[in-house]
T-cell receptor
Framework: DAGITQSPRHKVTETGTPVTLRCHQTENHRYMYWYRQDPGHGLRLIHYSYGVKDTDKGEVSDGYSVSRSKTEDFLLTLESATSSQTSVYFC?????????????FGDGTRLSIL | GNSVTQMEGPVTLSEEAFLTINCTYTATGYPSLFWYVQYPGEGLQLLLKATKADDKGSNKGFEATYRKETTSFHLEKGSVQVSDSAVYFCAPKKTSYDKVIFGPGTSLSVIP
């Protein structure tokens, strides 16, 4: 299994509070991604990174920010959490940009915003 | 834009039944095609892939053939087991940059 650790695995918090989710990899892969998974929507890309300090928005980036100061860590921050951000969040990594390379996923973080 | 259409779930089958999960896609360029599986409480895992037309990906008894003419990548298994109960995602991957478009997922339940 790819060395991907997401933390925390579960979190419950209140509307308006800041939340940071961490993704840590031991594979030295260049590409890292944050997705959210919601019933009826499958996985939707929030942000991704193609190198240290290089990030870009995905399809549902509003309300989220990311940072990547080291190859191994990719942080997802909800500056002021809202109930619509209740979801399961997955981090993924990929080694190269070539289309035939799959992504490898962490086990997810279940986030509940009350 | 690019998109994926998967058959609606949930799908419930008896053990040893034949499985087909349909997947069609629209994408610019010439994507690679992936099926991922998600077991309860876990992240997605790569199940199989195909990188060019007429390629057949296979793993754990599952198969899917890249059909360029119909832009399809249907997943099949001849005899499902209870342990195959999971959510299955079809995912074309664009060639221009390293992103994956995920279908909505199809939930499969296999009953003894």
């Amino acid at each position: 299994d790819a060395g991907i650790t997401q933390s925390p695995r579960h979190k419950v918090t209140e509307t308006g509070t800041p939340v940071t989710l961490r993704c840590h990899q031991t594979e030295n892969h260049r590409y890292m991604y944050w997705y959210r998974q919601d019933p009826g929507h499958g996985l939707r890309l929030i942000h991704y990174s193609y190198g240290v300090k290089d990030t870009d928005k995905g399809e549902v980036s509003d309300g989220y920010s990311v940072s990547r100061s080291k190859t191994e860590d990719f942080l997802l921050t909800l500056e002021s959490a809202t109930s619509s951000q209740t979801s399961v969040y997955f981090c993924a990594i990929s080694e190269r940009v070539m289309s035939n390379q799959p992504q490898h996923f962490g086990d997810g973080t279940r986030l509940s915003i009350l | 834009g690019n998109s994926v259409t998967q058959m609606e779930g949930p799908v419930t089958l008896s053990e040893e039944a034949f499985l087909t999960i349909n997947c069609t896609y629209t994408a610019t360029g010439y994507p690679s095609l992936f099926w991922y599986v998600q077991y309860p409480g876990e992240g997605l895992q790569l199940l199989l892939k195909a990188t060019k037309a007429d390629d057949k990906g296979s793993n754990k008894g599952f198969e899917a053939t890249y059909r360029k003419e119909t832009t399809s990548f249907h997943l099949e298994k001849g005899s499902v087991q209870v342990s195959d109960s999971a959510v299955y995602f079809c995912a074309p991957k664009k060639t221009s940059y390293d992103k994956v478009i995920f279908g909505p997922g199809t939930s499969l339940s296999v009953i003894p």
